[in-house]
T-cell receptor
Framework: AQSVTQLGSHVSVSEGALVLLRCNYS??????LFWYVQYPNQGLQLLLK??????LVKGINGFEAEFKKSETSFHLTKPSAHMSDAAEYFC???????????FGQGTELSVKP | DTAVSQTPKYLVTQMGNDKSIKCEQN?????MYWYKQDSKKFLKIMFS???????INETVPNRFSPKSPDKAHLNLHINSLELGDSAVYFC???????????FGPGTRLLVL
């Protein structure tokens, strides 16, 4: 069965610092991986996704993630945090194109001035 | 030019009542979903429809009944509401040609 684990329910960084949000997954088939962001009282917005091909994927707002099959990881990074990055971030996996998304528990990112 | 819209945005009701949440997408997508986000922000799939046909039905109490009158709409009816139904319900949609699901703004349901 698929599962997603996000290490750290809350991450706090200073403005301008590196953002690293960790995601590990479990899947019996090659996974489709996603990162979504949820701003307060809003819906989820896709940041980036991995389906096939290049393992380093770039998304919106300067975020990127690298699919590492050997580590079953899909960590999200951004070189320099901005105050507007403060939000809840969800990693998700799907076993088939358009199949149900299995979400991690979410990581709340705080950015200090 | 809203893509995936949900009504109402907020819903406060008493235990035992029956309520419906509506979802509409104007993107021409083929598949629609309902997810539930609990108080700890955990998101879980409930249902999925493709061209008005039910394709995913997770372990959800049968008090919850989805209805898809057409490809652009997926409504969620909840009978005999319980305190534990309090959550944020998200609708999402996806075209057959893509893996990405596009989410609506959510409906915040509070059962008193």
């Amino acid at each position: 069965a698929q599962s997603v684990t996000q290490l750290g329910s809350h991450v706090s960084v200073s403005e301008g610092a590196l953002v690293l949000l960790r995601c590990n997954y479990s899947s019996s088939v090659p996974p489709y991986l996603f990162w979504y962001v949820q701003y307060p009282n809003q819906g989820l917005q896709l940041l980036l996704k991995y389906t096939t091909g290049a393992t380093l994927v770039k998304g919106i707002n300067g975020f990127e993630a690298e699919f590492k099959k050997s580590e079953t990881s899909f960590h999200l990074t951004k070189p320099s945090a901005h105050m507007s990055d403060a939000a809840e971030y969800f990693c998700a996996v799907s076993e088939i194109p358009g199949g149900k998304l299995i979400f991690g528990q979410g990581t709340e990112l705080s950015v200090k001035p | 030019d809203t893509a995936v819209s949900q009504t109402p945005k907020y819903l406060v009701t008493q235990m035992g009542n029956d309520k419906s949440i509506k979802c509409e997408q104007n993107l021409g997508h083929d598949t629609m979903y309902w997810y539930k986000q609990d108080s700890k922000k955990f998101l879980k799939i409930m249902f999925s429809y493709n061209n008005k046909e039910l394709i995913i039905n997770e372990t959800v109490p049968n008090r919850f009944s989805p209805k898809s009158p057409d490809k652009a709409h997926l409504n969620l009816h909840i009978n005999s509401l319980e305190l534990g139904d309090s959550a944020v319900y998200f609708c999402a949609s996806r075209p057959d040609s893509q893996e990405t699901q596009y989410f609506g703004p959510g409906t915040r349901l509070l059962v008193l």
